[in-house]
């Protein structure tokens, strides 16, 4: 009996069976039981083969889906063609940008979807090219929109190849480029607002280091205006003295009424009085003219062209004006060393001297019951000129020293500093063939080195 089928089974495909014709009288039962095996395997390799086929069939549908639903999600347009150019698969974007819908385009030639004779030339010049590159190559169109406008894409075209390898057609893959000149427009304002916004903080930087400069000159204008103006009021009072004096000469007045006018207005004290109010009134103007030319020299706001600069006097400059200004507490020890002149923008170099000078004093102003106290020095070393900044202050977290130069970090609270002063000091210093660095000094406090090249004059 066969394994596989039960003898119920065999009992009814024999019952089946045609009666043993007289011929075939000397077959034996057990030859019947053969055939039946027999019939009975290729039935289940048949149903089993059935089966097969049933799956195959279903993955051959859900890779069509897949496929399909690929297809359908692409945003950019696709046309699959055969070596003749016609249209042998498309997708939902192609159907939708020319109006068409798949089986209007199915058969039908690409080039017969291009806005002009120029691009349809293209195309066929791509068809006709039989040793494209596997990596395809790209040709801008223009397609006929589904309204009638023009429509640029660009294609990237690529063979397509058989089992065997021979090219059998092309893919053509393109994005309108409508698409990409809007993505550009809003990039393009993206980076205008973003140039704006920089330029907006680092002119808000530079009116901070303005601000500076100018609480310190403003403090420094101070006593020479107030020394003339006290000068002018003494001059009013004098002039009005010798008005009255000189009109009772010439009124005819007698030689005593005279006499005693002169006593009475102390005429010979104005006299001898004047002089010296003139010469302090011209001491204040010069003084006043001094302090003018030089923040015309310095100005933070200057038109960064590039001069020969004594860094000394650059220094000097920043450490009197951020005393004056904002720091009037602040204790300086200031060795200047031998001359060092650098090429560069005066002003520039000002805001970069006054920053740190203002930072190191921020720093040692941070600890209470200690008097702000910086350290700096100017030397000549390897061809550069070195100043070094030492403040008392608690020094740098080492966390912030990688840090301390990036844009908008800063450690003071909200409303106390943009973090930009740094950032953009570093900039100008790389803008003069310099650098700028920080480190912690091993006494405590805050070390910040600008190095400079020097001049060619300067030996």
């Known amino acids: 009996m066969h394994d596989d089928l039960p003898p119920p089974a065999h009992a009814a495909l024999a019952a089946r069976l045609p009666m043993t014709p007289p011929e075939l009288e000397g077959v034996d039962e057990s030859t019947w039981l053969d055939v039946i ?56 974007a192609l159907c939708e940008l020319v109006g068409r819908s798949d089986a209007q385009l199915r058969g039908s030639a690409l080039a017969a979807l291009m806005a002009d004779d120029t691009s349809a030339a293209r195309i066929r010049h791509v068809l006709e090219t039989p040793a494209l590159q596997r990596g395809g190559t790209v040709v801008e169109v223009e397609l006929q929109g589904e309204a009638g406008q023009r429509v640029p894409v660009d294609f ?27 993505a550009y427009h809003q990039l393009r304002e993206a980076h205008e607002a973003l140039k704006r ?14 601000g500076r400069l100018v609480a310190g000159v403003a403090h420094e204008l101070n006593n020479p205006i107030s020394f003339v103006l006290g000068n002018v009021h003494a001059m009013r009072r004098y002039s009005e003295r010798l008005r009255q004096y000189l009109g009772a000469i010439h009124g005819g007045a007698s030689l005593a009424q005279q006499d005693e006018l002169r006593a009475q207005l102390r005429i010979d004290h104005v006299l001898a009085d004047l002089p010296s109010l003139m010469e302090g009134m011209l001491e204040g103007a010069h003084r006043t003219a001094d302090i003018v030319n030089g923040l015309k020299r310095f100005s933070a706001v200057d038109r960064e062209e590039r001069v020969e600069v004594d860094l000394g006097g650059v220094v000097e400059r920043a450490i009197h004006w951020v005393r004056k200004g904002t720091a009037p507490v602040f204790q300086v020890e200031w060795q200047g060393g031998e001359p060092c002149s650098v090429m560069g923008s005066p002003g520039q170099l000002l805001q970069v001297v006054m920053n740190l000078v203002q930072n190191a004093y921020d720093a040692a102003g941070s600890r209470s019951g200690v008097v702000p106290l910086l350290r700096a020095t100017l030397a000549r070393q390897d061809g550069q000129a070195v100043l070094r900044l030492h403040d008392n202050g608690p020094g740098i977290a080492p966390e912030h020293l990688h840090r301390i130069f990036d844009p908008f970090f800063t450690t003071k609270p909200v409303g106390k500093g943009t973090g930009l002063g740094l950032s953009i000091s570093y900039g100008i210093v790389e803008q003069h063939g310099g650098s700028l660095s920080a480190d912690n000094h091993p006494e405590g406090g805050a070390v910040f080195t600008l190095r400079l090249p020097l001049a060619s004059g300067t030996a």
Do not use: W
């Open 37 to 92: 095996q027999k019939m009975d395997e290729v039935y289940s390799q048949l149903v089993a083969d059935e089966i097969a086929l049933e799956q195959k069939n279903t993955e051959l549908e859900r890779s069509q889906q897949f496929i399909f639903s690929l297809l359908s999600a692409m945003s950019d347009v696709l046309a699959a063609c055969n070596e003749a150019g016609q249209i042998e698969e498309t997708n939902a």
């Open 156 to 182: 990237n075209c690529t063979p397509r190849l058989d089992a065997d390898g021979r090219r059998v057609g092309l893919v053509f893959v393109g994005r309108p480029m409508g698409e990409l000149k809007r």
């Open 197 to 210: 916004t920089q330029q907006q903080l680092l002119h808000s930087e530079k009116m901070a280091s303005l």
